[in-house]
């Protein structure tokens, strides 16, 4: 499993070293572990967690700059924060999850695999983006699996500092880029790529989106919990 999972990963142009396979490992275990208690995940295969979680993640790994501040919101079981923090130390990672029970989760991962420069926050985006320290002070929000994109958009743009970038992780995305169109520009921020990449050695398609802020948000944004997603902005 430790040869397949380095092959794939260079196959990203991501060559592993055996510390990083060991954490990644280390991590796989955590996760299957705790999952047989508390529901982190439905992938549980070895192969399908390499693929699906660790390798999906680190697909990201090409878009972020040396030494930058990323926050990944609703991180669950910390995909792709995890995975990217594993292979990137100088990067400064924060994940959010308003779900406490994953947090415990993400700490025990954070101190057994002795990661630096990592962090997590318990609390919903719409609440975690008004606070001072965490609104507009980070270079990039990453988000897979949480929302529809004119909701995403909602609760990951406003932690963009002007000139940062949402990279969003989607599996389908033709209409929903449509009906957020809209929701980006009120947020200040501009679709500057869409990129599709296939997972090494499988034929699962993913779509990166990449948004990029081009002014400070309204300080009416994101509006109050649970109306991002009831009442996407159109
Ligand atoms: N990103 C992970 C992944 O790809 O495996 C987790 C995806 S899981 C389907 C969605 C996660 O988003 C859940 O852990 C949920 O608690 C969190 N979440 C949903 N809405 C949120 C919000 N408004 N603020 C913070 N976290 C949220």
Same mark, same amino acid.
Request: net charge neutral.
């Given at each position: 499993?430790?040869?397949?999972?380095?092959?794939?990963?260079?196959?990203?142009?991501?060559?592993?070293?055996?510390?990083?396979?060991?954490?990644?490992?280390?991590?796989?275990?955590?996760?299957?572990?705790?999952?047989?208690?508390?529901?982190?995940?439905?992938?549980?295969?070895?192969?399908?967690?390499?693929?699906?979680?660790?390798?999906?993640?680190?697909?990201?790994?090409?878009?972020?700059?040396?030494?930058?501040?990323?926050?990944?919101?609703?991180?669950?079981?910390?995909?792709?924060?995890?995975?990217?923090?594993?292979?990137?130390?100088?990067? =400064? !990672?924060?994940?959010?999850?308003?779900?406490? #029970?994953? /947090?415990?989760?993400?700490?025990?991962? %954070? +101190?057994?695999?002795? $990661?630096?420069?990592?962090?997590?926050?318990?609390?919903?985006?719409?609440?975690?983006?008004?606070?001072?320290?965490?609104?507009?002070?980070?270079?990039?929000?990453?988000?897979?699996?949480?929302?529809?994109?004119?909701?995403?958009?909602?609760?990951?743009?406003?932690?963009?500092?002007?000139?940062?970038?949402?990279?969003?992780?989607?599996?389908?995305?033709?209409? =929903? !880029?449509?009906?957020?169109?809209?929701?980006? #520009?009120? /947020?200040?921020?501009?679709?500057?790529? %869409? +990129?599709?990449?296939? $997972?090494?050695?499988?034929?699962?398609?993913?779509?990166?989106?990449?948004?990029?802020?081009?002014?400070?948000?309204?300080?009416?944004?994101?509006?109050?919990?649970?109306?991002?997603?009831?009442?996407?902005?159109?």
């Amino acid at each position: 499993m430790k040869t397949l999972f380095k092959n794939l990963a260079s196959e990203l142009k991501i060559e592993l070293t055996d510390e990083q396979i060991n954490r990644f490992f280390k991590y796989k275990k955590l996760l299957v572990e705790t999952n047989k208690y508390m529901n982190l995940t439905t992938i549980t295969e070895d192969r399908d967690i390499i693929l699906k979680h660790f390798i999906d993640s680190l697909t990201i790994n090409q878009y972020i700059e040396n030494e930058k501040k990323l926050i990944d919101v609703g991180t669950g079981a910390g995909f792709p924060g995890v995975p990217i923090k594993i292979i990137r130390d100088d990067v =400064e !990672i924060t994940l959010l999850d308003s779900l406490n #029970k994953r /947090l415990n989760f993400l700490n025990t991962v %954070i +101190d057994e695999l002795k $990661l630096k420069k990592i962090n997590t926050i318990h609390g919903r985006a719409e609440d975690v983006a008004h606070f001072n320290e965490y609104r507009e002070q980070f270079d990039y929000v990453t988000a897979r699996a949480v929302a529809n994109l004119a909701t995403l958009s909602e609760l990951c743009i406003p932690f963009l500092k002007v000139g940062g970038i949402f990279i969003c992780m989607k599996a389908n995305i033709e209409e =929903e !880029i449509e009906n957020a169109k809209n929701a980006v #520009k009120i /947020l200040g921020a501009e679709i500057i790529a %869409i +990129d599709q990449c296939i $997972l090494p050695e499988s034929n699962i398609e993913r779509n990166i989106i990449l948004i990029k802020k081009v002014k400070n948000t309204l300080s009416n944004y994101p509006r109050k919990a649970g109306l991002p997603a009831k009442f996407p902005l159109k």
